[in-house]
């Protein structure tokens, strides 16, 4: 076995992977030609070469050995997906020319969500959430075959389970996470109740009346957007990192593409194309405070991947934990939950400082709530590989976590591979640490410190080559700890 090649292949994959998604989920082509891909480097994802890595993984120590973790865990995942690439070309393929028809006029499926949240008639976004419905079903056909599919191949591999196989791929337990996740759900749930009623309140409805499309309006917050204009998206992530000593504009090698493109992906999304020499930010502005968080949460991942040392190997490149890169994401993505932020970058008056976070925090603890609620149930979806009844399952779990009515249609639609769900979990219980560190070494205004950007720099050139629990270490932190994030939201909301 040549390492050294499939190392260098398993590069030139990647990137030529990322550029065909990249077409795609940029609106540039409906097909995704994942197999003309695959079949280029079809040595790397024979099971004889999964085998041969792991072995090496196995056999190796010290830096060779995490150098070979992660090398291992790339073969195996594009083992897994070189043998479901039909049926994810299938379904990226429909997701693509998917219509919905309201009011008479063919509106693309991929476009249909930012219309419900922008709805004001409460009626109306029923109906076009409903609209969707057949749309969910077909895609269901595919993503049920698909996850069976997972499931078998998991066993294939020689592990119990999908979620045995991801806790080894992954190198980190779920159990752990979902523990601190469902002692989370227990300390919020009285002020989480209580600040989503008083939100819904104008709406004339409860939370537990409240359905999918009515958060997705609640969190659109229009009568915050004559702070968040359409034309500011881009410019207020400029201006922000300008404050931490970064001129984006100077970053020849960060791409933003904010065209406007009918089959374009609606949520904004970074494409590392070539790292740290080509790393493409996608977000196509519409305003309002879910577009900022949006650019600011992409610009994080925008900048992280543009920063990455160069001369580090595929895998610290590429690879690793990618909770790591989500954390770099959430720093940016909460400064509006930062009064001082707020002041400087929005110009917001005091009253409306008092108001927009109450909002904001409420809206970071439905999501983290969301959050725990999907970890806990796709540790049921993946610990066996029959899935019948699992619908109902994903019902009642979301509906007792977040109290809305949940359709139970979506309970594969809202699954990610490999247990993602418990990476962005870490990454968000990280970034208060983070931040927190930041501070302390800095200044309470750290996002107007050139100190803070040196700091975020060092290690954003370290690629995903730790971990997050060994930056939390770094950093004077025993691990993870999930209590400074929830005891910050819980002060928040209660005032």
């Known amino acids: 076995m040549d390492i050294e090649k499939i190392r260098k292949d398993a590069e030139l994959f990647t990137k030529e992977l990322e550029e065909e998604y990249y077409q795609n989920l940029g609106g540039y082509k409906d097909e995704l ?9 079809s040595y790397l994802f024979r099971r004889s070469t999964v085998d041969s890595v792991k072995e090496l993984r196995d056999r190796s120590e010290g830096e060779e050995k995490r150098q070979n973790s992660m090398l291992y865990s790339f073969i195996a995942e594009e083992y897994i997906r070189n ?75 020689g ?58 309006y609640l969190f659109r917050a229009k009568d915050f957007d004559r702070y968040f204009p359409k034309e ?31 089959k374009k992906y609606p949520r ?95 809206n970071k603890l439905f999501f983290l709530r969301r959050y725990a609620s999907k970890i806990i149930y796709e540790m049921e979806l993946h610990a066996k590989r029959d899935i019948d009844g699992m619908d109902t399952r994903y019902k009642e779990i979301m509906e007792r976590g977040l109290k809305i009515r949940h359709k139970a249609n979506r309970y594969l639609l809202d699954v990610d591979d490999g247990f993602y769900v418990a990476q962005y979990l870490r990454a968000w219980i990280f970034e208060t640490q983070l931040r927190k560190h930041v501070i302390e070494k800095t200044q309470r205004e750290w996002f107007n410190s050139k100190d803070a950007g040196k700091i975020l720099k060092e290690l954003w050139s370290y690629g995903q080559k730790y971990s997050v629990e060994e930056l939390a270490k770094m950093i004077g932190y025993g691990g993870l700890d999930a209590e400074p994030m929830t005891d910050e939201i819980i002060s928040a909301l209660r005032g």
Do not use: C
């Open 33 to 41: 030609n994942l197999s003309a891909i695959y079949e280029k480097y």
């Open 83 to 157: 043998l479901i690439k039909k049926l994810d070309e299938k379904y990226m393929a429909e997701d693509a020319k998917a219509t919905v028809n309201v009011d008479g006029k063919d509106v693309p499926y991929r476009q249909i969500s930012i219309m419900i949240g922008n709805e004001d008639s409460r009626e109306k976004r029923s109906k076009m959430d409903a609209l969707t419905d057949p749309v969910v079903e077909k895609h269901n056909e595919i993503l049920k075959e698909r996850m069976l599919k997972l499931h078998d191949l998991s066993v294939e591999l």
């Open 159 to 216: 592990y119990g389970n999908y979620m045995e196989m991801a806790e080894d791929l992954k190198g980190f337990e779920i159990k752990p996470v979902r523990d601190m996740m469902e002692r989370f759900l227990r300390d919020t749930e009285k002020v989480y109740v209580n600040s989503m009623n008083s939100a819904l309140e104008r709406f004339g409805i409860t939370v537990d009346e409240a359905e999918r499309h009515d958060i997705s």
């Open 232 to 262: 500011g998206v881009v410019g207020n992530w400029k201006a922000t990192m300008k404050g931490i000593g970064i001129d984006p504009d100077a970053q020849k090698n960060i791409i933003l593409d904010t065209e406007e493109r009918p």
């Open 268 to 362: 904004a999304f970074t494409m590392p194309l070539e790292v740290p020499d080509k790393v493409i930010l996608f977000i196509t502005p519409h305003g309002g405070q879910d577009d900022y968080q949006s650019m600011l949460h992409e610009g994080g991942h925008t900048q992280h991947y543009a920063n990455i040392e160069r001369a580090h190997p595929f895998e610290y490149k590429y690879l690793g934990d990618i909770s790591v890169s989500e954390t770099y994401a959430f720093i940016f993505n909460y400064l509006p939950t930062d009064p001082l932020w707020l002041k400087r970058y929005l110009n917001m008056g005091d009253s409306e400082i008092d108001r927009y976070l109450n909002f904001a925090f409420l």
